[in-house]
T-cell receptor, first 114, second 118 residues
Framework: EDQVTQSPEALRLQEGESSSLNCSYTVSGLRGLFWYRQDPGKGPEFLFT???AGEEKEKERLKATLTKKESFLHITAPKPEDSATYLC???????????????FGRGTSLIVHP | GAVVSQHPSRVICKSGTSVKIECRSL??????MFWYRQFPKQSLMLMATSNEGSKATYEQGVEKDKFLINHASLTLSTLTVTSAHPEDSSFYIC??????????????FGDGTRLSIL
């Protein structure tokens, strides 16, 4: 069974205090790993796709990395507007052999204090 | 690019009413669409997956007669909550994914529909 575990569940940072969020996964046949940001009352917003170990993607203060077992979302010098829930999802072949079904982690709730 | 529009954003209605939620991909063709339910402070719970022109595949425990899904075109999917009751109150989110060939494509999400059944 595909499993995705995100840690920590919640993270409080001071503005400018860099940190990392973790997404550990156990899947067979990884097709891709995705990071999303979700603001309260909104749908998730796509951030990055990572396809293979060693790959890195960057966008403003965010940098995502991937190994064979986990992905990190590094946040450099965060600002209050970075406060959100960050979701990780992996895509592998569905157990039934049908469509590719993503498996989501439970998310990390990030609060950045000014 | 990759915009998904979901309507309505909020519905308040009486018990027994059927409610239809629309999900449209505005600038790409969505081979696959997904419907999720999200409870407060919890992650996304997949309800069903639909491919254009095919019947939806429902996750275990989701009543297909209760939650009717139609994926009539490559840009539109609808979820109808039939005879809604208070326990159906929730935040429903759709997402759409294009066919990317060899590379896995991300889902793009709508902004959700807050359904409140009185």
């Amino acid at each position: 069974e595909d499993q995705v575990t995100q840690s920590p569940e919640a993270l409080r940072l001071q503005e400018g205090e860099s940190s990392s969020l973790n997404c550990s996964y156990t899947v067979s046949g990884l097709r891709g790993l995705f990071w999303y940001r979700q603001d309260p009352g909104k749908g998730p917003e796509f951030l990055f796709t990572l396809y293979s170990a060693g790959e890195e993607k960057e966008k403003e203060r965010l940098k995502a990395t991937l190994t064979k077992k986990e992905s990190f979302l590094h946040i450099t010098a965060p600002k209050p507007e970075d406060s959100a829930t960050y979701l990780c999802a992996v895509l592998a072949r569905h157990a039934s052999g049908g469509s590719y079904i993503p498996t989501f982690g439970r998310g990390t709730s990030l609060i950045v204090h000014p | 690019g990759a915009v998904v529009s979901q309507h309505p954003s909020r519905v308040i209605c009486k018990s027994g009413t059927s409610v239809k939620i629309e999900c449209r991909s505005l600038d790409f063709q969505a081979t696959t669409m997904f419907w999720y339910r999200q409870f407060p402070k919890q992650s996304l719970m997949l309800m069903a997956t639909s491919n254009e022109g095919s019947k939806a595949t429902y996750e275990q425990g989701v009543e297909k007669d209760k939650f009717l899904i139609n994926h009539a075109s490559l840009t539109l999917s609808t979820l109808t909550v039939t005879s809604a009751h208070p326990e159906d109150s929730s935040f429903y989110i759709c997402s759409a994914r294009a066919n990317g060939g060899i590379r896995a494509q991300p889902q793009h999400f709508g902004d959700g529909t807050r359904l409140s059944i009185l």
